[in-house]
């Protein structure tokens, strides 16, 4: 939309990354995500499949810029003793296997160790594999586990069972043994020399993930420290031209964070091709309810999304929490209050006493400083709160 032509370079046969490959379609069915990367293509990006790069330096000088976007698709893994003949699977594989055409086979009782939100879904999935029993080994307890509240209520809404305060130990053909756990005064789990066996035909293992940085590994000036690559305010790598981005760089994992680092990616990229840096405006205060003029708003309760009862889940991959249909959605976005942000409702415009204000289009006006008085009126006249009055020094 800047105006320059966009390739990517996808490893895998689809596009989607960790939302096809990491998120089961439950919580993010396909046609949605189909539709979504549709819309990319429309915009005039190529994308090319089965292309993984395995040296950034291979393909650098091919582009006036480039930006390394690998997600965390990498399981780590735990020392635990296991017999020849245990079934042992990482979380990440098994969801990425669920986008293929035979899906993997879990068994009857199946044993996720992790608690996070990947291990909770490794969890619900096996429900849906035809698996009687799900149960998740965490060695803290509820109030520590860094997995979603929803997440875990709807997964024992399912039938997923939780141990707190389990390790495994060791695990042998149709059993694990597990080892009891107490925290200590700073809420680290400490081992209790307590132990006893679970039953399992497989064992999950989901225990954080890492991306696959070998891309970056041998390229020279791109540096790498405690797993991820280090860029600088611009996102930019220590390689001149080269940005990173997501998963495999120092922030949160997660789906919201990598489309705002692409966001603001594209950005950095642009003003880099233009000879300039872009440096994101000041961002005023948050519009508090007192800033608001609320009483040009009327009362509007909230609509609820449906839920598919937990009974029906086990057996679908159907979107457990459904969407708004066009009425609902369009009546939830009239809710919105614009809260700092203007939207042309010419307020300001219509009640300034001096013609201190000109509009120049919908939604974009021209304070006239010279004419002004410091009355106030537009300021209290704004619905949501996008007027600041700042005195004038002295």
């Not at 039953?199 to 420290?225: C, H, K, N, P, T």
């Not at 614009?338 to 939207?343: E, K, L, Q, R, V």
């Amino acid at each position: 939309r800047l105006g320059h032509e966009v390739t990517v370079k996808e490893a895998g046969p689809m596009a989607g990354g960790m939302m096809r490959f990491g998120i089961p379609k439950y919580r993010l069915p396909r046609e949605v995500l189909d539709a979504e990367i549709k819309r990319i293509e429309d915009l005039g990006v190529r994308f090319e499949f089965n292309a993984k790069v395995e040296n950034v330096d291979d393909v650098a000088d091919d582009f006036d810029a480039v930006f390394l976007a690998v997600g965390a698709h990498v399981g780590r893994h735990a020392d635990i003793p296991a017999g020849a003949s245990a079934k042992v699977m990482d979380a990440v594989q098994m969801l990425a296997e669920m986008e293929g055409e035979e899906k993997p086979m879990v068994g009857r009782k199946v044993v996720i160790y992790g608690g996070g939100n990947t291990a909770i879904d490794a969890a619900r999935t096996a429900k849906r594999l035809g698996a009687e029993e799900a149960v998740i080994v965490y060695r803290r307890n509820r109030d520590r586990m860094p997995a979603h509240d929803s997440e875990v209520r709807e997964a024992e809404e399912e039938g997923v069972m939780m141990r707190w305060l389990s390790t495994i130990k060791h695990i042998d053909g149709g059993k694990l043994t597990v080892e009891k756990m107490e925290l200590d005064e700073n809420g680290f789990p400490q081992p209790t020399g307590e132990y006893e066996e679970l039953g399992a035909d497989s064992v999950v293992m989901a225990l954080g993930q890492e991306s696959d940085l070998g891309l970056v590994e041998r390229a020279r000036d791109i540096e790498i420290e405690k797993g991820v690559v280090q860029v600088n305010s611009q996102m930019m790598t220590g390689r001149h031209g080269v940005f990173a981005g997501g998963d495999m760089v120092p922030s949160e994992r997660t789906v919201t964070v990598a489309i705002g680092h692409g966001k603001k990616a594209a950005r950095y990229i642009d003003a880099f091709l233009h000879g300039t840096e872009y440096h994101k405006p000041p961002v005023t205060g948050d519009a508090t309810y007192d800033r608001l003029t609320n009483w040009y708003y009327a009362d509007a309760p909230h609509r609820v999304r449906a839920k598919i009862e937990s009974a029906r889940r086990s057996s679908t991959f159907d979107e457990v929490v459904q969407g708004l249909d066009q009425e609902s959605a369009l009546f939830e976005a009239r809710r919105c209050m614009s809260c700092g942000n203007c939207f042309g409702c010419d307020n300001c415009f219509g009640v300034c006493p001096d013609n201190a204000i000109t509009k120049i289009k919908p939604g974009e006006y021209e304070f006239k400083y010279d004419y002004c008085k410091g009355c106030g009126i537009c300021a209290e006249e704004c619905p949501c709160g996008s007027i600041l009055m700042i005195p004038e020094e002295n």
